[in-house]
C-alpha cells in the first residue's frame, strides 16, 4: 500500500472503530430505546428538558454537572434542588456571598467546586452579557472550571451540540465494546476515545445519548460484574460477541488485529486473562514491580570536642533518586554478594573517603533495616565503625560533614536513614 506520511498515527484496525454506519445507527437506536424506558428521573434530566431560557437551561446543567464530579448521584439530588431553588439564575448566583455557597455546600465535599461555580458565574454575568456560551469549544475556552468533559456534557444536553463525552463510565464502556486493552489512562488511547465519543454520539439527541451511555456504565455495564445478559448493545459489543465471557479462548487471539503492534489491543506481554472475561477492558496501567535494592551503608562514629558521639554524613548527588539528600557513606550492592564480599567493598568504598586503609574486619555488623520508597523495596545492611582519635578525613569529591545527633536530625536526611542511625 501507500506509504503513510511521516509522523502519521498509525490507522485505527476496523475491530476498535465503530466504522459501519448500519450498525452505528442500529446502536444508537438500540442504546436510546433503553434510556428512554429506564432512565432515572433526576431533577436536572427535568430542567434540561423542560427549561425554555437557553441561558437557565445551560446553567441547570451546568450546576449539576459540578456537583456531580467526585459526589454520588443520590447524594446530589437534595443538593441540587436547594441551589437551584435558592439561586435559580447564574445573575441569583453571582450576587450570592461565599459564605452562603459554601453553607448550601456544607457536606458535598470539594468545597472549592461551589466556590469556582460562583467565580464563574460571576464572570459571565460580568463579561458575557449573562449569556452561556453555546459550544464545547467555548465553555471550556470561557468560563473558569469547566474542562472539556463538563463543555461537552453542557453543549449536548443543554444545547443540543452533537459532540461526544469521556468520563470514567465512558471509557469502560468502549473499551468493552471495541476491545480496547491498551492502558486506558495514556493520552493517545484517551485521544481516541474522545474521536469515538464523537463519532458515535447521536445526531439528533446527542444529549440524550452521552447521559444514556453514562447511565449504561454506572447501572448495567458496572466495573466489577456487568450486566451482559440485560444490556441494550450486546449485539455491538465486541467482547460480548466474541463470547469471550467466562469462556476461555486461546490466548494470544490470532484473530486480534493481526497486527504484532496495535496500539488498542492490549500488549503482547500482558495478553488478557480469559477467565476475567469482559472485565478484562478497561486496562489499567500495570503497577510495577518494586525494585528489590541492597545498600551497605556505614555509621561512621567519632567522639566530637566535647566528647558528644558525631556521625559522618555525606551529599547525595543532585539527581536522581533522592537527590541532595545527606545519608551515611553507602553503597548500593550487586544481588548476588556473600556477607564478606559485601563486607570488602563497603571497606574499599570507606577507604575513599577517609582516605587510609579501613579493613573489612574492622566493620561492626549492626543489622538490616528495609524501607520501602514509592517503588524502590530498599534493604539497608547496615554496619558501624568507631575511630579513634583526631581523624582527617581525605577532602572527597562531594560535600561531608560530621554531625551530632541532634544536627543529624536537622539535616536534610530521608526517612531510611533515620531508621537506620536508630
Ligand atoms: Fe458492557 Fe457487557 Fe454490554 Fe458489552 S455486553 S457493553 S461488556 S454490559
Avoid at 454506519?21 to 428512554?36: I, K, M, S, T
Avoid at 575511630?387 to 561531608?400: E, H, I
Amino acid at each position: 500500500g501507500a506509504a503513510l506520511p511521516a509522523g502519521a498515527p498509525a490507522p485505527v484496525p476496523a475491530r476498535h472503530q465503530f466504522s459501519d454506519p448500519a450498525e452505528v445507527e442500529a446502536l444508537r437506536g438500540n442504546l436510546l430505546a433503553w434510556y428512554d424506558r429506564c432512565k432515572r428521573d433526576l431533577p436536572w434530566r427535568t430542567l434540561a428538558a423542560t427549561e425554555a431560557d437557553a441561558d437557565r437551561r445551560g446553567y441547570a446543567v451546568w450546576v449539576s454537572e459540578i456537583m456531580l464530579q467526585q459526589t454520588q448521584v443520590a447524594t446530589v439530588i437534595d443538593y441540587y434542588n436547594r441551589w437551584m431553588q435558592k439561586w435559580p439564575t447564574l445573575q441569583a448566583l453571582a450576587q450570592a456571598s461565599l459564605e452562603e455557597v459554601n453553607e448550601l455546600w456544607a457536606g458535598l465535599g470539594y468545597y472549592s467546586r461551589g466556590k469556582r461555580l460562583q467565580e464563574a458565574a460571576r464572570k459571565v454575568v460580568s463579561e458575557l452579557a449573562g449569556h452561556m456560551p453555546r459550544t464545547a469549544e467555548d465553555l471550556q475556552k470561557l468560563l473558569p472550571g469547566v474542562g472539556r468533559y463538563t463543555a461537552g456534557a453542557i453543549a449536548s444536553i443543554a444545547y443540543g451540540q452533537a459532540t461526544g463525552v469521556v468520563d470514567g463510565n465512558v471509557i469502560r464502556v468502549m473499551c468493552r465494546l471495541r476491545c480496547i486493552g491498551a492502558d486506558a489512562s495514556s493520552p493517545a488511547v484517551i485521544d481516541r476515545l474522545w474521536d469515538m465519543a464523537n463519532a458515535l454520539v447521536d445526531r439528533s439527541r446527542p444529549g440524550d445519548f452521552n447521559q444514556a451511555l453514562m447511565e449504561l456504565g454506572a447501572t448495567v455495564c458496572v466495573p466489577k460484574a456487568p450486566l451482559c445478559g440485560e444490556c441494550p448493545v450486546k449485539q455491538h459489543c465486541q467482547v460480548w460477541r466474541r463470547k469471550l465471557f467466562g469462556k476461555p479462548i486461546p490466548v494470544p487471539d490470532v484473530e486480534d488485529c493481526g497486527v504484532g503492534d496495535c496500539p488498542l489491543c492490549p500488549p503482547a506481554t500482558e495478553p488478557w486473562d480469559s477467565s476475567l472475561g469482559v472485565t478484562n477492558f478497561p486496562r489499567k496501567a500495570a503497577k510495577k514491580q518494586p525494585r528489590v535494592m541492597r545498600t551497605a551503608t556505614c555509621v561512621l562514629g567519632r567522639r566530637g570536642s566535647c566528647g558528644t558521639p558525631e556521625y559522618l554524613i555525606v551529599q547525595r548527588p543532585s539527581s536522581g533518586l533522592l537527590a541532595g539528600l545527606w545519608e551515611f557513606p553507602s553503597l548500593p550492592l550487586s544481588q548476588d554478594l556473600q556477607e564478606k564480599e559485601e563486607r570488602e567493598v563497603l571497606a574499599d568504598h570507606l577507604q575513599a573517603w577517609m582516605g587510609q586503609p579501613v579493613t573489612a574486619k574492622g566493620l561492626r555488623f549492626i543489622g538490616e533495616v528495609t524501607h520501602i520508597f514509592s517503588h524502590i523495596h530498599q534493604t539497608y545492611v547496615v554496619y558501624s565503625l568507631p575511630l579513634d582519635g583526631d581523624v582527617t578525613l581525605a577532602p572527597a569529591s562531594s560535600p561531608s560533614r560530621w554531625v551530632t545527633e541532634e544536627e543529624f536530625h536537622a539535616s536534610a536526611v530521608s526517612t531510611a536513614m533515620k531508621k537506620v542511625l536508630k
